[in-house]
């Protein structure tokens, strides 16, 4: 396969450090040096149905195409409002698209699990140009007075377009259950036969534990995704790695021996946005030149699980 389209789409209101000076014990110092951000994008007045339509048309007009030439939808969503339908529905309904579409979730993985999913839906013959977009609102998820979480996350939608190419592409999927370290439970409707307890809540997360986990799987799985397609780290031009941390980002980079500018970061005025930091990454090097025919770019990412994705594409749009 390969990615004929990029877009992306942010949020309008912008949160900067020092908004959580007025309501929480923190400071701008303390975030920018432990997590690399200076600012974040939060939903407030738009749906994220909304953002995740804009990426898409402007992923599907960056490919030359229309909506109509789509034939499959896959969206990568870990929660919005709708419980059902679909996001990928809502989107396939604001986009004016026809094909049948599927969301999935597996947390700030999801794109790159979905962006396997399409290469298998077109190496079958089944699809032609599969639309893969990846949209969050984890700020939706933290308790706001808390500062440990609240202060890392932002909001946002990414997109591309993938149709039938001879690119190289090889990639690698782990999942590990490990539900103490991340997770968010919603408590359901309740009926007249429950009787267990039944936890809601926030989003949890051990910081410290998801941290070390996520610097040692990522660099696991570039190593081996290197070996098997027996290139260099600095053959790799870009390594878009999941936004959480930029010191995961300086971590990984240490490891493999490579300079910063190989590792391009947007954590510094996107904050956290789950699965979709790394299309809103790729699309913004897309746009802004940085990317030519034949680079090779590693994508690598984990979440909540624990799940990690990691591919490398050729890009050759
Ligand atoms: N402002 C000021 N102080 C804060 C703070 C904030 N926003 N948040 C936490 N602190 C305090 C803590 O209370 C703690 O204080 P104490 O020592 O008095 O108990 C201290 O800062 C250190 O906290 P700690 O949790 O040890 O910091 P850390 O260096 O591990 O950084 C994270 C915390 C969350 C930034 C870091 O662990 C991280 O990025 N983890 C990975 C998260 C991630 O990738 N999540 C996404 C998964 S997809």
Same mark, same amino acid.
């Given at each position: 396969?390969?990615?004929?389209?990029?877009?992306?789409?942010?949020? /309008?209101?912008?949160?900067?450090?020092?908004?959580?000076?007025?309501?929480?014990?923190?400071?701008?110092?303390?975030?920018?040096?432990?997590?690399?951000?200076? %600012?974040?994008?939060?939903?407030?007045?738009?749906?994220? %149905?909304?953002?995740?339509?804009?990426? @898409?048309?402007?992923?599907?007009?960056?490919?030359?195409?229309?909506?109509?030439?789509?034939?499959?939808?896959?969206? #990568?969503? $870990?929660?919005?409002?709708?419980?059902?339908? #679909?996001?990928?529905?809502?989107?396939?309904?604001? *986009?004016?698209?026809?094909?049948? /579409?599927?969301?999935?979730?597996?947390?700030?993985?999801?794109?790159?699990?979905?962006?396997?999913?399409?290469?298998?839906? &077109?190496?079958?013959?089944?699809?032609?140009?599969?639309?893969?977009?990846?949209? %969050?609102?984890?700020?939706?998820?933290?308790?706001?007075?808390?500062?440990?979480?609240? $202060?890392?996350?932002?909001?946002?939608?990414?997109?591309?377009?993938?149709?039938?190419?001879?690119? %190289?592409?090889?990639?690698?999927?782990?999942?590990?259950? !490990?539900?103490?370290?991340?997770?968010?439970?919603?408590?359901?409707?309740?009926?007249?036969? *429950?009787?267990?307890?039944?936890?809601?809540?926030?989003?949890?997360?051990?910081?410290?534990?998801?941290?070390?986990?996520? $610097?040692?799987?990522?660099?696991?799985?570039? !190593?081996?995704?290197?070996?098997?397609?027996?290139?260099?780290?600095?053959?790799?031009?870009?390594?878009?790695?999941?936004?959480?941390?930029?010191? &995961?980002?300086?971590?990984?980079?240490?490891?493999?021996?490579?300079?910063?500018?190989?590792?391009?970061?947007?954590?510094?005025?996107?904050?956290?946005? @789950?699965?979709?930091?790394?299309?809103?990454?790729?699309?913004?090097?897309?746009? @802004?030149?940085?990317? +030519?025919?034949?680079? +090779?770019?590693?994508?690598?990412?984990?979440?909540?699980?624990?799940?990690?994705?990691?591919?490398? $594409?050729?890009?050759? !749009?």
């Amino acid at each position: 396969m390969r990615i004929v389209g990029t877009g992306r789409a942010h949020p /309008a209101k912008i949160v900067p450090n020092s908004e959580f000076e007025k309501f929480l014990d923190t400071n701008d110092e303390w975030i920018r040096e432990r997590t690399g951000i200076t %600012e974040r994008r939060v939903i407030s007045s738009e749906q994220l %149905e909304e953002l995740a339509a804009e990426a @898409s048309v402007k992923a599907i007009e960056d490919a030359g195409l229309t909506a109509k030439d789509i034939d499959y939808i896959i969206c #990568s969503n $870990v929660v919005n409002e709708y419980i059902t339908p #679909s996001l990928s529905c809502l989107i396939q309904g604001a *986009i004016g698209a026809s094909c049948a /579409a599927v969301d999935v979730n597996a947390a700030c993985s999801g794109f790159i699990y979905a962006l396997d999913m399409a290469d298998d839906r &077109i190496k079958s013959g089944k699809a032609k140009n599969v639309l893969v977009v990846a949209a %969050e609102e984890p700020t939706r998820m933290v308790d706001w007075s808390d500062r440990s979480m609240c $202060v890392l996350f932002g909001d946002g939608a990414g997109a591309v377009v993938v149709a039938e190419g001879d690119g %190289e592409y090889h990639s690698r999927l782990t999942t590990t259950c !490990k539900v103490d370290c991340l997770h968010y439970v919603r408590r359901l409707e309740p009926t007249p036969h *429950i009787t267990k307890d039944e936890p809601s809540g926030p989003m949890y997360m051990n910081g410290k534990e998801v941290f070390k986990t996520a $610097v040692l799987s990522s660099s696991r799985d570039i !190593k081996q995704l290197l070996d098997e397609s027996g290139l260099k780290p600095s053959d790799i031009k870009y390594y878009v790695l999941h936004q959480a941390n930029l010191r &995961i980002v300086e971590a990984i980079a240490n490891w493999l021996k490579l300079d910063m500018s190989h590792f391009p970061c947007n954590v510094n005025y996107c904050g956290n946005t @789950s699965s979709a930091s790394v299309p809103l990454l790729l699309d913004e090097l897309a746009r @802004s030149g940085k990317l +030519k025919r034949g680079d +090779k770019i590693l994508m690598s990412a984990f979440g909540a699980g624990f799940t990690t994705g990691a591919c490398i $594409v050729e890009w050759v !749009k």
